[in-house]
């Protein structure tokens, strides 16, 4: 028996320090936050490249801050948007390299396809280390799991159509998904900052991808610190797929498109603008990036709206040009201009900082106390906000040409011109019924020039503007339009609700127009021609050469017969 309860004894020990080992094991894992050589590496990394923008701290807080929109990520604060983890959970370190790797599309924070795979490790590792959150082990990160795509059906989208209604997306996003539900202008992050309901009909701007597989996750996922909540315990899995194959047809995936030209189309009858972009439905669509003006004072270093689209008509005596763009709200009212003063303490804090009470939300002055209450934009009365104060300033749109064609390569400057090269402008106000023109010899010296040849028409619809221009093509002043050739042009939008005006805008560098001319002759007639000329050519020169050939040929033969025939005399 003695030796029996030794055994015994000795077995319980055994498995006692096997279990204790496995335990230890375990602990000693931990969370995934790197080596001590890996965060300093990640740290030197951080200092080159980031600490410009999320600050020494990692609090968002860098010298670049204030011009920047949205604010770079505070890591102290653990809240990250794109993740394969629960909502409110930390992202795994996959998830921290995936978006140092990838960046974030149309934001300040670029991609980093120079950094090797271990750079962008330690760099992962390294911002782990601004909150203690990441080195508890009650909060390591535990990803979702996130199932392959199945295949995209009609009646998946549809589903996903009537599920986006009844779900309450459109309060945000609108009824077709260009952002501009009624609850957009009050959205705010977790700080009280606006923010801004994605358009979901360009799919290239998502945040965190746009692939089937990227906007699944961010429905599944949420977005941390911001009204987008996650829908994994409200929607099933085949729910969330058939809202995500709904917003994948909004846009389609293959992107922007981007191009550098207007391809204006003749038409045999008179233009009329009171018919809207009905009448353009011919014309093919150029779509043009926006940027900030960043260059002259009173700088827009990140406008809102993205990008336009162009298209031209032109018939016997004049031109007109439809251009689009998407708005979230639209400002009828209040005024604008391209030589509004903007002044100077506005250019140096960023939007969506402090601004008063009833000011827009994306202006520069101090956010009202109401307005820092996070407000659910899912809840039934959003449908029914209240509208917005009246905007001190409008919406506007402005091509510019230059006002005399170019002869060589050189093009005014694209920001209203220079004293050498000045530039037509043709703006529009849309809290006005017509556009109207100015000359531009540079952003400071701006003046009108109405001669009465601009008209036009705006309208405003579910989150779209489209206005029309129409001038003649040999105007009482000014460069003329001519089928066949190339009229250098460049856009700019204003959006009120942010305040924009003067030198305060979004804007294109220098695309082209380009007439397309009336009758294309067909290069098939010329190319058949030059064919047969070429072997009527040859022909001839090869029934000539074998005439020559023969000829002497004769003459060799006689001259031999002639000597043979001396010879045998």
């Avoid at 004072?297 to 031109?319: K, N």
């Avoid at 601004?355 to 956010?367: H, M, R, T, V």
């Avoid at 029914?384 to 040409?401: G, H, M, N």
């Avoid at 040999?474 to 204003?494: D, I, L, Y």
Wanted: glycine share 10%; net charge negative.
């Amino acid at each position: 028996m003695t030796s029996v309860t030794a055994l015994r004894g000795c077995f319980a020990i055994l498995v006692a320090s096997l279990c204790a080992g496995t335990m230890g094991s375990v602990r000693a894992q931990g969370p995934d936050v790197g080596t001590e050589a890996q965060r300093e590496s990640g740290k030197n990394l951080y200092l080159k490249n980031c600490v410009q923008c999320h600050g020494e701290k990692g609090d968002g807080a860098g010298y670049a801050t204030p011009h920047l929109y949205p604010r770079p990520r505070d890591f102290t604060t653990t809240k990250f948007k794109v993740r394969t983890t629960p909502n409110g959970a930390l992202p795994t370190h996959q998830d921290l390299v995936n978006i140092i790797r990838r960046g974030m599309p149309y934001t300040s924070m670029p991609a980093w396809p120079g950094l090797s795979d271990q750079e962008v490790s330690n760099l992962a590792y390294f911002i782990t280390t601004f909150s203690p959150d990441f080195s508890n082990p009650e909060n390591a990160p535990q990803p979702l799991e996130l199932p392959s795509a199945p295949s995209t059906t009609n009646e998946s989208i549809e589903l996903g159509k009537k599920l986006y209604a009844e779900t309450g997306c459109l309060k945000c996003h609108g009824n077709l998904g260009r952002g501009d539900g009624p609850s957009a202008p009050t959205l705010t992050d977790e700080l009280g900052r606006p923010i801004r309901a994605a358009n979901l009909t360009q799919s290239w701007t998502f945040r965190g991808g746009s692939s089937r597989e990227d906007i699944f996750r961010t429905m599944t996922t949420g977005l941390n610190g911001t009204p987008m909540p996650s829908f994994t315990d409200s929607l099933t899995t085949e729910q969330r797929w058939a809202i995500t194959d709904f917003i994948v047809s909004l846009s389609g995936s293959n992107g922007p498109g981007y191009t550098n030209l207007v391809v204006a189309k003749p038409v045999p009858d008179p233009i009329d603008v009171a018919k809207g972009a009905a009448s353009f439905e011919s014309a093919p669509v150029a779509r043009f990036p926006i940027l900030g003006q960043i260059t002259e004072p009173g700088r827009a270093f990140h406008p809102p709206t993205t990008d336009l689209t162009v298209q031209a008509l032109y018939d016997s005596e004049s031109i007109a040009l439809l251009v689009r763009w998407h708005d979230m709200s639209a400002q009828k009212t209040g005024k604008n201009g391209p030589s509004l003063p903007v002044p100077p303490e506005e250019e140096e804090q960023a939007p969506g900082g402090a601004q008063p009470a009833g000011a827009s939300p994306f202006g520069d002055a101090e956010l009202a106390p109401a307005q820092k209450t996070e407000k659910d934009p899912f809840a039934e009365e959003a449908a029914d906000a209240a509208p917005t104060a009246p905007s001190e300033f409008s919406d506007a749109v402005a091509i510019q040409i230059p006002s005399l064609v170019p002869v060589g390569a050189r093009k005014p400057y694209f920001i209203f011109g220079d004293g050498q090269s000045p530039v037509d402008l043709w703006f529009f106000d849309l809290a006005r019924s017509e556009p109207l023109q100015f000359t531009g010899r540079g952003s400071a010296d701006v003046a009108p020039n109405d001669t009465g040849d601009l008209t036009g028409v705006a309208s405003y619809d579910q989150g779209e503007w489209s206005v029309i221009f129409k001038r003649p093509l040999r105007p009482t002043s000014g460069a003329a339009f001519s089928p066949g050739q190339f009229m250098p042009a460049a856009f700019s939008v204003w959006d009120g609700f942010s305040r924009d005006r003067g030198n305060r805008r979004g804007l294109t560098v220098w695309q082209s127009i380009y007439l397309e001319p009336e009758v294309v002759p067909s290069a098939v007639g010329p190319m058949i021609r030059t064919a047969l000329f070429i072997l009527a050519i040859e022909v001839i020169v090869i029934g000539w050469m074998r005439w020559r050939y023969g000829a002497r040929t004769g003459e060799d033969r006689g001259g031999e017969q002639g000597q043979q025939a001396a010879t045998s005399a």
